[in-house]
């Protein structure tokens, strides 16, 4: 790994770590809840208020009180939320009323996060993203996709986890562009979102990706996981293709996946490699494949049978 890779990765992590602490709240609806009811008009009043202070430490203090106990008030402070993300001059603020959007599930901001994808500051574009993967909207994917050109790599990565949340076909070229970015971080989130968009034509890369044995380990096996998650039956050849191959893992990844999605048409082929398979753990995995595909077709021609009945 380069210098520059290192620092890289290394800035993605703090940021990573940053932001899911900071939109772990939302997550969080019981603490949520409680938080809110110990928020007392008082100090809601006067949190408001700090908003329009000069020093904008301030404003920050305020936004991360507002948006980690103000969810009893969340309708009267989404506008100010929306304001400040948009047209406050400090970054900072910006991004913590990014924060607050996320942290308070406001989905009436979401133009306001589509707009600060473009903010000059890459921190704000960043929770921004963070924002709208916690928040999906079709209407933010075509400004993520742009996104996902960002010369921080940061911005990239959580364009690309935004992207997979919002399960939008359109973004599966900019997704399969991102199969060879520089950044280790960047590629496996790229390939683990389009596992999660679905969409069949990932199929092909997904498959060149998986089968590449100068590609890392972690690449290729989360590669075939993907391939699994695909819409469409050609999602099985895609990975018979690969029990023969050199990597025992890839093998026993693939036999696994078969054993989720594959048909009778794999039987063939999930036996005749089990026949030359030297790995007992393969072996297993084969034939544990072979059990699952066998128990589907059974259930589903039982329930034809029902529904000729």
Known sequence: ?????????????????????????????????????????????????????????????ALDLLGRRG????DQIVPHLR???????????????????????????????????????????????AALWRLPDAAA??????????????????AVLALGVARDR????GLVALLTD??????????RSLGRVGHPTALTPLSALARDAERPLEERLEALNSIASLSG????????????DDQAQVRLRAA??????????????LRRRRQRERDATVRGALDAAVSAIRTRVRERRRAQAHGDE
């Open 170 to 173: 359109r973004s599966v070229t």
């Open 83 to 129: 304001r400040l993300i948009r047209n406050d001059p400090d970054w900072r603020v910006r991004a913590s009323a990014g924060r607050a959007v996320g942290r308070l599930s406001a989905r009436a901001a979401v133009p306001d996060l589509v707009a600060a994808l473009r903010d000059s500051q890459v921190e704000v574009r960043v929770v921004a993203a």
């Open 71 to 74: 969810w009893r008030h969340k």
């Open 1 to 61: 790994m380069t210098r520059e890779q290192s620092i890289q990765r290394g800035r993605i992590q703090r940021l990573a770590m940053a932001l899911c602490l900071c939109l772990a709240v939302s997550a969080a609806w019981p603490t949520r809840a409680a938080h809110a009811q110990r928020f007392t008009d008082e100090a809601y009043t006067a949190a408001i208020a700090q908003l329009s202070a000069a020093d904008p430490e301030a404003r920050v203090r």
């Open 141 to 158: 994917v075509p400004s993520l996709i742009r996104l996902t050109h960002d010369s921080d790599p940061s911005a990239r990565q959580w």
């Open 233 to 244: 039956p050609d999602k099985v050849n895609a990975l018979v293709q690969v029990l023969g």
């Open 256 to 269: 696994e996946a078969l054993g989720q999605v594959g048909d009778a048409l794999a039987v063939p082929a």
């Open 182 to 191: 520089p950044v280790e971080d960047v590629r496996m989130d790229a390939i």
